[in-house]
C-alpha cells in the first residue's frame, strides 16, 4: 500500500485507496463484507468511506446499514486507532420514505448535530476522522453549516470536514465562509469522475461526474484532497457483463475504451488498474474510492497501487478525443 496526507501535509496519513462499502449490510451481507475489510486492512488500507444513508433505497433499509456492519467489524477486530474513518450527512430522506433529493434532511446545524451523534452510535466510536456533506443544500446558508462542522471539530467528535458532490463556486463559498467564522475549512471533495467523459448535457442528478472547473479549482487547491467515487464505473471497464452507463455512451468513450485495452494489454494489467493507475498519478492527484463485494475484486484494486503509467500511454489515455 502507499500513503498520502489528507487535507495537506499536516493532515493524517491515509492509504492512497480508499474502500467504498455503500452496499454492505444490504446487497453484501456481513460476512462477505468483513472478508473484504479484513483484506483491506491485511494490504495496508486504513482509509475507509461510508455514509449514514447507505443503502437507504434498498428494500427494508434504513441507511444505517453499512455504518452499522463496519462498527461491529472495528468492534470485533479492536483495529478502530488503525483507520481513518469517512462518513457522510445531508442526503439522508427526511422523513424516512419521502422523495429524494427533494427531502434530503440538508445541512443546517440541528441536523448535523442529530446525525453525528447517531453515526457516532451506529459505528461504534467516539469521533469520525472525516465528516462530509453529502449533497449541496441550498436551503441552508453555508456559514451555518460550517460553524456546525467547526463546533463537531472542537469537541473532538469529527476530526475535519469534507463536502460532496458540490459545484466548484460552492466549495470556495463554503471555504469562505469557514475563514470568516476562524473554523476550520474543508479538508476534502468528494466527486464522481472516472476515465471516460460524459457526453455533453449527460445528466446525473445530485452526484454529478466532476467538471473542468472542479478539477482545474482541485489543481490549485493542494489543501483539499480529492477522493473519487465510480471511478471503475461498477466494473463496467472489465465485465463484459456490465454495460457502460449511459451518460458516458458516445462515440468517444468507444475511442477511449479501445485505447485504455491497448494501454492495460501493454502494461500486462487489466482496464480497472489502468484507470486507478491514470487517477492516482493525474493533476490533481485523485484518491480513489474502490468497491469490492469479494476479495478477489479488490485484489483486483489492489493491484493498481504502485503501477506507473509512462509519460507517453499517459499522454495517449489523455490525448483521445
Given at each position: 500500500m502507499e500513503y498520502t496526507n489528507l487535507g495537506g501535509p499536516g493532515g493524517p496519513r491515509v492509504s492512497t485507496l480508499c474502500l467504498g462499502t455503500l452496499p454492505f449490510g444490504?446487497?453484501?451481507?456481513?460476512?462477505?463484507?468483513?472478508?473484504?475489510?479484513d483484506r483491506f486492512h491485511e494490504a495496508g488500507g486504513t482509509f475507509i468511506d461510508t455514509a449514514n444513508t447507505?443503502?437507504?433505497?434498498?428494500?427494508?433499509?434504513?441507511?444505517?446499514e453499512s455504518e452499522l456492519v463496519i462498527g461491529r467489524w472495528?468492534?470485533?477486530?479492536?483495529?478502530?486507532?488503525?483507520?481513518?474513518?469517512?462518513?457522510?450527512?445531508?442526503?439522508?430522506?427526511?422523513?424516512?420514505?419521502?422523495?429524494?433529493p427533494e427531502c434530503a434532511e440538508g445541512l443546517s446545524a440541528p441536523v448535523i448535530r442529530r446525525e453525528v451523534e447517531k453515526s457516532l452510535r451506529n459505528l461504534g466510536t467516539d469521533r469520525i476522522d472525516l465528516y462530509y456533506a453529502h449533497i449541496d443544500d441550498r436551503r441552508?446558508?453555508?456559514?451555518?453549516?460550517?460553524?456546525?462542522?467547526?463546533?463537531?471539530?472542537?469537541?473532538?467528535k469529527i476530526g475535519r470536514a469534507g463536502c460532496s458532490n458540490f459545484a466548484a463556486w460552492r466549495i470556495e463559498e463554503s471555504r469562505g465562509a469557514a475563514v470568516a467564522a476562524g473554523v476550520p475549512d474543508y479538508a476534502a471533495v468528494q466527486q464522481r469522475y472516472t476515465y471516460l467523459r460524459p457526453r455533453p448535457g449527460a445528466d446525473f442528478g445530485v452526484n454529478p461526474h466532476a467538471s473542468e472547473e472542479l478539477i482545474d479549482y482541485l489543481g490549485t487547491r493542494p489543501e483539499l484532497t480529492f477522493t473519487a467515487y465510480t471511478t471503475q464505473l461498477t466494473g463496467a471497464y472489465t465485465d463484459p457483463g456490465k454495460e457502460v452507463p449511459e451518460q458516458y455512451r458516445h462515440q468517444g468513450s468507444e475511442r477511449r475504451l479501445k485505447v485504455l485495452a491497448e494501454v492495460?494489454?501493454?502494461?500486462?494489467?487489466?482496464?480497472?488498474?489502468?484507470?486507478?493507475?491514470?487517477?492516482?498519478?493525474?493533476?490533481?492527484?485523485?484518491?480513489?474510492?474502490?468497491?469490492?463485494?469479494?476479495?478477489?475484486?479488490?485484489?483486483?484494486?489492489?493491484?493498481?497501487?504502485?503501477?506507473?503509467?509512462?509519460a507517453e500511454l499517459r499522454k495517449r489515455l489523455d490525448d483521445v478525443d
Open positions: 444490504t446487497r453484501i451481507d456481513e460476512a462477505a463484507a468483513f472478508a473484504v475489510l447507505y443503502a437507504f433505497w434498498e428494500p427494508g433499509a434504513t441507511g444505517a472495528m468492534r470485533s477486530r479492536g483495529v478502530r486507532d488503525e483507520l481513518v474513518l469517512a462518513t457522510k450527512v445531508g442526503a439522508l430522506p427526511d422523513p424516512p420514505g419521502s422523495a429524494w441552508t446558508p453555508v456559514a451555518e453549516t460550517m460553524d456546525a462542522f467547526g463546533e463537531l471539530v472542537e469537541a473532538g492495460a494489454a501493454e502494461l500486462g494489467a487489466t482496464a480497472n488498474q489502468v484507470v486507478l493507475a491514470w487517477a492516482l498519478g493525474g493533476e490533481p492527484p485523485v484518491l480513489p474510492i474502490v468497491g469490492a463485494s469479494t476479495t478477489a475484486q479488490l485484489d483486483e484494486s489492489l493491484g493498481a497501487v504502485g503501477l506507473r503509467l509512462p
